[in-house]
């Protein structure tokens, strides 16, 4: 169960930016912000996400994170927010992993590779 995870950056207000579009597509919206971060929270359960700079001398190393969506629309939604500014790596569609997985990825800004993912898609 997560309850909150960081993603480090070396642009932080345009980071935020582009995961205020692109959270916004799965119900979360911008919560608490400092100067050393943003926090991105979905009211429904409670996960946030963090936008926080990189620590002064720690280079930024691209991750991989995924969210789940409540539908395909939702998927494609996402999608679609994460490429103005982001890259395709991935568009909507099933996937191989198991029956009823149907996720997009994107690459950000700064490379890190986001996912949403369904796990009951039925065509």
Known sequence: MLDHLIIR?????GMAAYYE???????????VEYPGGVQFVNDEDGDAVWI????????VAPGHYVWRAKSAEAVRAFYE??????????APGPRDYHP????CFALDPEGN??????HDYQA
Request: glycine content about 18%; charged content about 20%; hydrophobic content about 35%.
């Open 52 to 59: 926080s700079p990189a620590k002064e001398g720690v280079p």
């Open 21 to 31: 579009r692109v959270m916004g597509t799965l119900g979360y919206h911008k919560g």
């Open 81 to 90: 927010a994460a490429l103005d500014g982001g890259t395709d790596n991935g």
């Open 100 to 103: 009823g997985y149907y996720a």
């Open 9 to 13: 950056v070396n642009d932080l207000d």
């Open 113 to 118: 590779n986001i996912e949403a993912v369904i």
